[in-house]
């Protein structure tokens, strides 16, 4: 029997999520989603959602953000994550996020919510077209926030470009907590290790963002071989700063095949060799992903069943803390 199903799981509280907003790329799964798979589910008590309240702070589609919502739950199962270790789950499916959410809101200020990179980005696209953005795109870290707090989660592995907002979701749970009472775990964000540090979401627009995880092999071949190479035909260096797409196609060999990006760029004399032999690395490091998944997707009731199960368990962790941070503020709960 698993630790979990025992009750006995020990280590850390862990959580984590993914918006169903677009198709998940290279740069999530090696960015973030990867560690999920190979080291935190052993870790500690591990939950992974699929935050697909998060997918309505942006103009949406219904009947996409269902179908990205189910895809991403079994590409989570596909990757490897074993529901006997860890708790897959959908946001919406427990209500305890949005009920927190609104306590979140009232502990936060708006000049921390505006400060927020997201909103900011998005606003000043809004500001270019001289259109509008949802009130819930600017209240996203609260329910960010929340998602965290409600599981008295002490680790969220994330990308590296998701620094700010767990920075946020600490100074909410320190503040809540003087004010009104020990209610909140105080989180910290953990990242996948150097060696496989892919750019998550800051790449996109870079070979790992392009690169979907269910791309057939020949798409992903096209999209590597198109890959931006700047700095013309100089020697094949490791070089972030100067040459952050050259860097990109060398942090996703080393993910895939081991060893240092610094190294395996030696071993190049020219662009296009490195581009083949990372086209081949990736689609054969994603193969097993692409069948994995096309199996779970044949069977619906399996996967339905886990993400029942995995909100049931959630549900019942979060609900005794979010009544406990109802009464602290002086709720009748
Ligand atoms: N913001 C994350 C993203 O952009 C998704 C997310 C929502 C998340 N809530 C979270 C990640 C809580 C970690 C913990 O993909």
């Known amino acids: 029997m698993s630790a979990r199903a025992t009750g006995a799981a020990a280590g850390p509280r862990i959580f984590s999520g993914v918006e169903p907003t677009g198709h998940l790329t290279l740069g999530n799964y090696l960015g973030a989603m990867r560690r999920w798979v190979e080291v935190d589910q052993h ?17 949406h589609d219904p009947a996409r953000v269902r179908r990205l ?34 306590l979140m809101e009232c502990t936060a200020t708006d000049g921390e919510m505006r400060r927020m990179l997201q909103y900011r980005e998005k606003d ?35 990308g590296a470009d998701q620094a700010q907002q767990v920075e946020l979701t600490r100074e909410l749970a320190v503040r809540f907590n003087q004010r009104y009472g020990e209610v909140f775990v105080v989180p910290r964000a953990t990242y996948p290790e150097a060696a496989a540090r892919v750019r998550g979401k800051s790449g996109q627009g870079r070979m790992s963002g392009g690169v979907c995880l269910l791309d057939e092999p020949e798409v992903v071949r096209m999209k590597v071989m198109r890959a931006v190479m700047e700095g013309g ?35 190049y ?65």
Not at 43 to 59: I, K, P, S
Not at 70 to 94: I, N, Y
Not at 312 to 323: H, I, T, Y
């Open 69 to 102: 919502s189910r895809q991403a739950a079994t590409l989570m199962l596909a990757m490897g994550l074993d529901p006997e270790r860890c708790t897959v789950f959908v946001q919406s499916h427990v209500d305890e996020h949005a009920r927190l959410s609104y």
């Open 233 to 267: 035909s100089g020697a094949v260096e490791y070089e972030r700063g100067e040459r952050p797409g050259v860097a990109d196609l060398l942090e996703v060999l080393a993910a895939f095949s081991g060893g240092e990006p610094e190294r395996l760029a030696e071993g």
């Open 269 to 333: 004399a020219s662009y296009g060799a490195l581009q083949s032999d990372v086209a081949e690395a990736v689609v054969e490091g994603l193969r097993p992903v692409r069948e994995r998944h096309a199996a779970l997707a044949a069977n619906r009731e399996y996967v339905d069943a886990v993400l029942r199960a995995g909100a049931e368990r959630a549900r019942g962790l979060a609900r005794p803390r979010v009544d406990a941070a109802y009464r602290a503020v002086g709720l009748m709960a």
């Open 43 to 59: 870790r500690g008590d591990a939950l992974f959602c699929v935050v697909d309240l998060h997918a309505l702070t942006v103009e």
């Open 124 to 158: 000043a696209e809004r500001a270019g077209r001289g259109g509008s953005v949802r009130l819930s795109l600017l209240t996203y870290p609260a329910l960010r926030a929340a998602d965290i707090l409600a599981y008295g989660t002490q680790e969220v592995p994330v």
